[in-house]
DNA sequence: CATGAATGAGTGTTCATTCAT
DNA sequence: CATGAATGAACACTCATTCAT
């Protein structure tokens, strides 16, 4: 759809886009706005784009790409879990630190609703939630991991996890509320949140409890 | 603020804004559109609360208060944390059932930024922060839970797990989300959700790891 | 749809859309410019009309009601040729200079096209072409007009010389035009107009050809 | 004005733009579409024409030229009033089915307003006004037409009968109005019409009427 | 010299807020 | 007091015109 926009250029036409739509969602971002932070017209953005929903796709379609870059380095070597999972950790919080507004524009998204909620949430989620159960599955198979779960659901709470240390790292709400707990911003670098989350996830997937305790209704 | 406004009425005013902030945001949400909602004209709105934004906070005072209504009556009684987790469950799971709005609009609520975003989490977050650190170090104190963890950061991700589950039963993109996990709607009123997640957080919470295995640079 | 707007106001809104489209047509008249002709503010138009060619088409039906006005103040009794074709290009001279941007605002509309222009042709004329079809076929059976006529290509022909003329009255390009032909601008009330028009119409429509010129192909 | 482009082309695009004013009219249309139909770019259009205005004109001065082609033809023989408007109703027929869009384009002429309504009037019908004038007034003199008539009315409305001939044949709201009085489209490659015109025509140039009633005022 | 990408003023439409009734 | 009509700034999108390539 691009002809003459420098592949420099597109990127940072979508990168201003993806900052105005962290910033302000899609229907609060103004395309004069991301005009301007892109150093362009108004009249470029609808050149390139049929109209703002199409533009915020495309943004979207790029974030996604890169988010996809960083997780194929990752996922590729088969580890243990702790290896595994420190690494996701790790490149996710690179990816915060270098990409924030990506963070934050997905973010913007999760407020979506009705129909194009369910579009976006099986675009942006549909690949990490295939990855992460199907890893814990398999490692449950080869005994690596307690046999008394359900994968799909603690590939899930795994997600959540990793969902919300990303916000934390990127979305002022979030970052604030991490502040409250840990009083004071995120701290070295992330060293410590790394470790502590790693000492949860290795205890809540690997230790097998004896029973499960038995509860009536409510 | 309210003078002549029958406390029914107020409550009903209130939930309407609720209603329409949970669906569309502080920005999205039209002023005529809930009056609309609450039966009465703009005018009425503009006379008891000084514009939207005072109105949205009058909206999330309501909120809170119902919210910490809840909870009181979980966290009086001190329990192990099987007990102690499960009665915050159930009562989110039912808070998120009776009163979904109020979850949306919380999530909503999250996509602020800067200052505005701070005091925001600091009025919403700051109770259940303390209350979960609080019991978290103590229970560690009594010898109930794992001695190498910081307490702080495992309140961190109890809270984000809980937060999740709610938005997990109320928001559209999280419903979608976790249908890609589990294959459909949130099941059997989230029985089986709560009996994973209980088993999750209870080895996370008990099993202390053996060592910290050391990692170098990423 | 209007409740608070006085009707004398609403005619003010009404004309002053009317004018707006005579002067610039459906697409090339400004909301924004109507409103500040009206006195009023964008948002009354939009109040109580949904979209600029609602607003277009409540202008039109308020014209046809005046046009339908005085046509029937006329077309109620019934005349010879002579008295009934005078009765109306009088009163028609008298709404041109009542309502000249009623007519030019007609005239802009027959510049549309496709199905717009089909349903416009069947509410503007419907009327007319029906009244002077039926007036001349009843004429043409009590033998007062020539039994060797199509009366509705006469009737045609009729209402053609009155479009033009009611034009020629209000539309800058057929008021020059005019001028072209008479060397001025229409003269003494439209008086002589009227007389050589009915002298036209009259051996027109009364006075039947000895034989039909045969004619072979172009 | 023009330099290199071939003769053809600049047809070309000249019958491109007729098509778009036809169509839109002057405001309507859209320079980048013009550009676009004769398979150009939009800089050759502002290379050779300053201005839409100016290039609008130049498609006018065109479309005359073949219009005044066609009417040379017709006018050269001097001939009796019926073999007369029997030429020129047909020469018009013929050019409104081979260059409807410049009937078109003329009568979205008719639509301006002030001054330059004034210079395209007597641009366009300056030559037919004289035309027509010229010759029933040499008719009438020599006793072929009736002698009680002002010739320029009666030329007036004979231009009026073409012109609405002519828009009849080509402008989609007249089709329609024409289907209103003829309960269909234009048939038989008009020669019905054209029959009943010159009936029309013939009694209305030819019949002296025995006196001019007399009509006092309204 | 042709191209068509870039510009930015202008248009239709919405909505928070005010204020006459 | 309550009402909801009126205001007007703001925003998505278009298009005549320019100018770098």
Not at 125 to 150: C, F, K, N, S
């Amino acid at each position: 759809m691009l002809k003459k926009l420098t592949e420099e250029k597109r990127e940072e036409i979508l990168e201003a886009g993806i900052e105005a739509f962290a910033e302000s969602g899609l229907h609060g971002a103004g395309m004069a706005d991301i005009a301007r932070r892109a150093g362009i017209s108004v009249g470029v953005l609808y050149k390139y784009y049929v109209n703002k929903e199409d533009f915020f796709h495309a943004c979207l379609r790029h974030s996604l790409a890169s988010l996809e870059d960083v997780l194929r380095q990752v996922t590729g070597r088969e580890d243990k879990l702790l290896g595994y999972a420190g690494q996701i950790i790790r490149a996710l919080q690179d990816f915060s630190r270098d990409h924030g507004s990506h963070i934050r524009m997905y973010h913007q998204i999760t407020t979506a609703s009705g129909d194009f909620a369910r579009r976006l949430a099986e675009e942006i989620e549909g690949v990490t939630a295939r990855l992460y159960t199907d890893y814990i599955a398999r490692a449950q198979a080869r005994g690596e991991l307690r046999g008394d779960m359900d994968p799909r659901l603690f590939a899930f709470f795994f997600d959540n996890l990793l969902m919300m240390l990303q916000f934390s790292y990127c979305c002022d709400y979030y970052r604030a509320r991490f502040a409250l707990y840990c009083g004071g911003a995120v701290p070295d670098g992330g060293r410590q949140v790394e470790a502590e989350l790693l000492k949860f996830l290795e205890s809540a997937f690997t230790t097998e409890q004896a029973q499960i305790p038995h509860r009536e209704e409510r």
